[in-house]
């Protein structure tokens, strides 16, 4: 029997492109470039599965091809905002995802940005980089605590609690946090956290706001001018969830205005685009969507796809189905 077809939509860990070779028909995109959507509507049509990533946007019009071929597409990361699952069923295609294995990866990289932007990092190392550093001084670039301070979640799934252990545990944070599906009882078990009614309660009480909500319509904006006021005037807001969760010309006035103290962001409203106030702020720590970018999460990742189209050719659900 020949072996199924699997096209790979960007470079992926070097030891899972080996299994996925090994195992199947495997086109691999040899120069990583991003995918077209004439390019994406090909591979549905011509393999059995596509593995796509956060990165592809595989929208109703992707899905909407003639003849498509493919029966699952195994994506490449937790989010599946960039995947229209409406039009992936209509279309008769599997979705998978990649939950738990990023988990510590990316809270490991939202404390990075609460640190870093709390104590100046990105700032003091620009300065020291240009040569303006004159020595040591007490007034110089004096940053803001971080222990014992306040941190609110927006959204309390999985990478949340890993970020509260994390602020609880070795920062002695207080922990407060908002879902609209909150978590049980034993899974927030020794953070000490305290549910709040609404996104607005977290806000007024917050020193940092840590956003750990899903991207896409339930959540596109959330964060916008109202929110911003809502904000302690000295808040820090961390992002390593979805980009469009924050309104960001409604952040650069609120950064602008003094309203918040500053801004760690992962990801980005108009990714890999980002908005030219940002860059040119000091009070913003901003990196390149980095939060599950370890050899070692991103190899874990690569392998949970290989199992999930694994048990789907072997005829069995896929532990991660969304559809
Ligand atoms: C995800 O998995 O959704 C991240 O954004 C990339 O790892």
Partial sequence: MSKPRVIVTRRWHPEVEQVLTE???TQLNQDDHSMSVAELQDALRSADAVLPTVCDKVTAEVLGADN??????????????????????????????????LTDCTADLALTLLLG????????????????????????????????????????????RAVAARAAHGFNMKIIFH?????????????NASQCASPEEVFAQADFVSLHCPGG????????????????????????????????????????????????????????????????MENVLLLPHLGSATMETRKAMGMRVVENIEAFFNGETPRDKLV
């Fill in 68 to 101: 498509i071929r493919a029966k699952i597409l195994g994506s490449n990361g937790v989010g599946f905002n960039h995947i229209d699952l409406d039009a992936a069923k209509a279309a008769g295609l599997t979705v998978t995802n990649t939950p738990e294995v």
């Fill in 179 to 191: 879902d609209p599906f909150p978590p049980r009882d034993e899974d927030i078990a020794g953070l």
């Fill in 23 to 25: 195992r199947y028909d």
């Fill in 117 to 160: 932007i709390a104590r100046r990092a990105g700032e003091g190392e620009r300065h020291l980089r240009s040569g303006e550093w004159t020595g040591w001084r007490p007034t110089h670039m004096m940053g803001t605590s971080v222990t014992g301070k306040t941190l609110g979640l927006i959204g309390m799934g999985r990478i949340a």
């Fill in 217 to 280: 319509k339930d959540t596109y904006h959330l964060i916008g001018a109202e929110a911003f006021k809502s904000m302690k005037p000295g808040a820090f807001l961390i992002n390593t969830a979805r980009g469009d969760v924050i309104d960001e010309a409604a952040l650069v006035e609120a950064l602008e205005s003094g309203e918040i103290a500053g801004a760690g962001l992962d990801v980005f409203e108009r990714e890999p685009a980002v908005t030219a106030a940002l860059l040119q």
